[in-house]
């Protein structure tokens, strides 16, 4: 599996690149900003962005769709639970991260889901909490958290739709009982590393014990 993890945009956001080699078919997630250079890197290494994957609907996270689908015609891929988000950004915040509305979903998925690009697939979990439909992507030794899971933190839930109880149930119903050595990917660059594992956050998480 070729996998790299980019931080762009304003809020240290980290957009992903995965994709198989031999196929040469692969997905971004959370193309926030930077979207040549996401481009650029996913071409250098021959792949072909098939798929534009949201871990949620926040517009730091989705400030890229526009761009990104009409320079690769990539299909646009969240959780139903946020798809209307996806598309009801106010034209304010917008503005002040000078990004296009997002267009809307090609695809929605639920949980237990999966999203497949040649030989790779990864599994939807829904984690709800920090938005209702924030969700995870799973394949074996990696999770893509997005805003649930930080290293040593987690996704804030004071924002319309967030839910503290909700989140500490996906993380520990949810994340916490993948295996421990599972990589952790974040959705930004907020702690002291910029990966973690889910045994590490088991014991070093201050926000969920």
Known sequence: MFLK?????????????????????????DPAAHVDG???????????IKYIVNTHGHVDH??????????????IIIHRDDADMLVSTPPMILRMFGAKKSPPADITVDDNNYITVGSISLKVIHTPGHSPGGMSLYTDGYVFTGDTLFVEAVGRTDLPGGSWPVMLRSIREKLFTLPDKTEVMPGHNYGRFPTSTIGHEKKNNPYVR
């Open 38 to 48: 996401i481009i650029a890197a996913a071409k250098k290494n021959k792949i072909h």
């Open 5 to 29: 993890q980019m931080q762009v945009g304003h809020m240290a956001v980290f957009a992903y690149i995965v994709g198989d080699p031999k196929s040469g078919e692969g997905l971004v997630i």
């Open 62 to 75: 989705v400030a890229g769709n526009n761009e990104m689908k009409d320079k690769t015609g990539a299909e």
